[in-house]
């Protein structure tokens, strides 16, 4: 069923609901509003549009036939467009919009939904933005809710697939050197040679795609910063992931965009795999209040090497310190620590913690860590180890959990991040088929990277 074209009425808000909460009543009683529509603007690594990046990859705001793009098309027209007016009615219809079916699937089976977080974070957040409250508050009255002169207030932006590493989870469209590497493994034969057939056919899709996309022009041109200042004065959050973010200009560039337009408020936000200290991004980031650092930190020692191909352990471990010791002097600034729970590191992910708990207590600044489970590329997933091999690891795993249950410490492991934890790893159904696929790719990533896993 299209959902596009069943046409509800708009939702009626109970007399009693005051002007000013009736964007709370929104949020909390409707099953497909969503705020982001009003808020929030994501792009491919190409600068193809889309509302958020909990999306699927082929529905972006679109522009007749062909997406919008950030780099070449005016935002105005972008966010004030046809397509936008048509989700930002739907989501107030609580009809739902196509672009968000992902989110509702989510939500229908586990209860939980990018949807809900995010209409959580934005509402709260209105508590203590006074020009947030009245927006939302306008966007949630009925006679405006046809506003059609607004920017976003919030940005997330993959610029390009500029990287120092070649992680094995990744793909082309993410990073510069896995692109060069997989072409050069394509073009050598010996997938094929190695019964790796159906490696050779996805990795040459994924050639295809990249070479087609425009991965390096698109956040350099005039228009990309015409419409980046044209945001830069209301901007509350900028959210940065590459690539390597800290390696890509544009990224300082605009976190000088914002100062220049006055707003030291706007939260930024990146993820970075902690390779790299650019002093230049680094001083500019010291000038803002808000600042979420997200490290991306699969493993400790070889298995960060290994897992984060390119990756030089040590200099990780020193610059973990540095965003701690950067941290600790600024309350506003929150670091997130996530790890991509995958067959490589299951095990080893209790090393991580005990590298988050030494820095939080040297600088008592409190961090925050995270699993993301792994489905993509599902060769690398939990999946491919049997189930009884997985589970066996879980009772060391929940001991040393213990060490990090006192809610008084720095580094205080969530219920929530260990319930999922030990959901992914004893609850992903094992597939042989899978496994010998790890098995395989393994054997001749060993070989052409001339190490042994
Ligand atoms: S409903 Fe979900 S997919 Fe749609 S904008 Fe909101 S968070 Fe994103």
Known sequence: M????????????????????????????????????????????????????????????????????????DITQIWNG???????????????????????????????????????????????????????????????????????????????????????????????????????????????????????????????????????????????????????????????????????????????????????????EFTTNMTTWNPKFYENLSKFENVEIQMSVDGVGTVAEYIRYGTKWDVVRENIKKVFEMASTRPNWRIVCYSVLQALNYQHITEIWEVLDEESKKYYKRVDWWPITLNYPAYLSLSVIPIEQRTASLPRIRDIARRYSSGSAMFTLGSDALTALEDSISKAPYNEELSNRFKAYKKYLDSYRAQNG
């Open 82 to 268: 046809p397509h936008m007016q048509n989700v930002r009615n739907l989501h107030r219809q609580n009809n739902g919009s196509d672009d968000c079916l992902d989110c509702y699937k989510i939500e229908k089976l586990s209860g939980h939904s990018p949807r809900k977080g995010q209409n959580k974070i934005w509402v709260e957040r209105k508590n203590h933005d006074p020009e947030l409250a009245d927006y939302l508050t306008e966007v949630s009255n009925e006679k405006l809710y046809s506003i059609s002169d607004i920017l976003p207030l919030s940005l997330e932006l993959r610029l390009g697939n500029q990287c120092n590493l070649k992680c094995v989870t990744c793909w082309g469209m993410s990073s510069s050197l896995i692109h060069e590497e997989r072409k050069d493994m394509v073009k050598s034969g010996e997938l094929m040679k190695r019964d790796l057939g159906w490696l050779q056919e996805k990795w040459t899709e994924d050639i295809e795609a990249v070479e087609k996309a425009d991965m390096t022009e698109w956040y350099e041109t005039d228009t990309f910063y015409k419409n980046f200042r044209l945001m830069a004065p209301k901007l509350r959050r900028l959210y940065t992931t590459g690539g390597e973010p800290t390696l890509i200009k544009a990224n300082y560039r605009m976190l000088e965009e914002l100062l220049a337009a006055g707003n030291n408020t706007c939260k930024i």
């Open 2 to 73: 299209d959902i596009n074209h069943v046409i509800y009425a708009v939702p009626t808000v109970p007399e009693d609901v005051g002007t000013e909460q009736r964007i709370d009543w929104l949020t909390n009683n409707l099953n497909k509003f969503c705020v982001l529509p009003w808020l929030n603007m994501n792009t491919n690594p190409n600068g193809n549009v889309k509302l958020c990046c909990s999306i699927a990859m082929d529905y972006f705001v679109a522009n007749k036939d062909r997406p919008f793009n950030l780099g070449y098309d």
